[in-house]
């Protein structure tokens, strides 16, 4: 039997203090995320009742609270409804091709360690058709965070069942129900090596926001898994109501077992889902593993990559670069 | 502020009172901070916003604790907190 050091934060408890969750400087006129947010695209396309705005409220706050400076922040996307979330953040953000999300951000923390590379990614994105990309980089242990909000089925090319709906499940290709075994994707993330596994609903934004602080500060390949509403397609099409219906129903039948055996956490159409954090232990991540492999191979020969900039030297940012 | 049983340090210590803040025009009326506040502060209105919406109005403002729960939760980045004045003078 394993044991673990559990702390007050693994139960929500540190925010119950509200000056704890301080999300800047807001005003009576100023709203205090509109600093993080391209308010030029304002209003986005996401529906009435979806959770993703709130996804990203609790990006912005988790950031806001991990003191990593703005410009050490990357934000990367796939596509589909997630997949906007990028050019809303006004972040150095990448919209990505389909499922090509996870390429893009190894890409970037390779060529420059110091980022801290953030995902925001669908499930039809992430562990569909980049299915594959997702199990190499929690296999390498590449040091990135992978917020990867499920919706059950691919919402913004109109419903069509992904490797996440349900057995059950009502989808535009499976007017039958779904009949396929969908993925427990913390299992498969977790099976693979990743090093960080957390779900939450969009319900639990708290514990939502610490989560995300506790992954961005986590080396590692971090993935947090986010049960959200899609009212117009998903939720319509199974008779399930509105979003604030499902949300309704996550608060009712989301059951928070920290350090939960991953196995177990397989979700059935309409019923108790296991949230928590599921796995949090240190390993040496991929450039780790290079760098320790390549010392021994090449001995005194062998220079550390530290990244595009010398961080003796000027930093090579100049003021007119920094985003404002 | 009703209590099951009455803090010991209820002399002490006071709930902070917090101000809340809608944008009209930008709530797409889901009703989270409605369903969700644990003070009941807000209420549906009559009104419709431009979208046909109708936002939250603020029915009870002497009910907020500036939990920033509504902040949190809404997707539209229409609803937000923040410290009441008189308390901010209060605590300096």
């Known amino acids: ?324 | 502020m009703k209590y099951w049983r009455k803090p010991l340090d209820a002399e002490r210590k006071r709930a902070p009172h917090g101000n809340v803040h809608v944008i009209f025009e930008r709530c797409k009326g889901c009703g989270f901070c409605i369903a969700y506040c644990p003070r009941q502060v807000l209420e549906v209105s009559d009104e419709f916003n431009r979208k046909g919406y109708h936002p939250p109005v603020v029915a009870h403002p002497e009910q907020c604790v500036n939990c920033r729960l509504c902040e949190a939760l809404c997707p539209e980045f229409a609803i937000w907190n923040t410290l009441d004045e008189q308390e901010v003078e209060a605590t300096k």
């Not at chain 1, 299915?131 to 069509?160: E, S």
């Not at chain 1, 608060?251 to 889902?273: G, L, M, P, V, Y």
Request: glycine share 8%; proline share 5%.
């Open chain 1, 1 to 324: 039997m394993q044991e673990f050091e559990l702390r007050a934060s693994d139960f929500g408890l540190v925010l119950m203090n509200p000056n704890q969750l301080i999300v800047g400087r807001g005003t009576a006129e100023h709203h205090p995320m509109e600093d993080f947010l391209r308010m030029d695209r304002m209003p986005h396309i996401w529906c009435s009742t979806c959770g993703l705005g709130t996804c990203l409220t609790a990006f912005i706050a988790a950031v806001e609270e991990s003191t990593i400076p703005r410009e050490d922040i990357v934000v990367v996307s796939g596509i589909g409804c997630t997949g906007r979330a990028a050019g809303y953040l006004k972040f150095d953000s990448f919209h990505t091709t389909h499922g090509r999300a996870i390429p893009y951000a190894t890409g970037l923390k390779v060529a420059n360690p110091r980022l801290k590379v953030c995902l925001i990614s669908g499930d039809g994105d992430l562990v569909s058709i980049g299915g594959n990309h997702l199990i190499h980089a929690a296999r390498r242990n590449m040091d990135m965070t992978v917020i990867c909000v499920n919706n059950f089925n691919y919402a913004m090319t109109g419903g069509q069942a992904a490797p996440s709906t349900p057995q059950g499940a009502f989808a535009t290709t499976t007017p039958y129900g779904a009949f396929e075994r969908p993925f427990n994707i913390p299992f498969l993330v977790d099976s693979c090596g990743a090093t960080y596994v957390a779900r939450w609903t969009a319900l639990h934004v708290r514990q939502l926001t610490i989560s995300i602080k506790e992954a961005m500060l986590h080396r590692g390949f971090s993935f947090i898994e986010v049960i959200s509403p899609c009212p117009t397609v998903y939720a319509r099409r199974n008779r399930l109501g509105s979003g604030l219906d499902l949300m309704k129903f996550y608060h009712d039948h989301s059951i928070t077992k920290n350090f939960a055996s991953t196995r177990e956490c397989d979700i059935k159409f309409q019923q108790d889902i296991i949230v928590g954090k599921f796995v949090q232990k240190d390993e040496p991540t991929y450039l780790d593993a290079m760098d320790a492999q390549m010392k021994k191979t090449l001995g005194a020969k062998f220079v550390p990559y530290v990244g595009p900039m010398d961080p003796g030297a000027d930093s090579g940012r100049t003021k007119s670069d920094a985003r404002t």
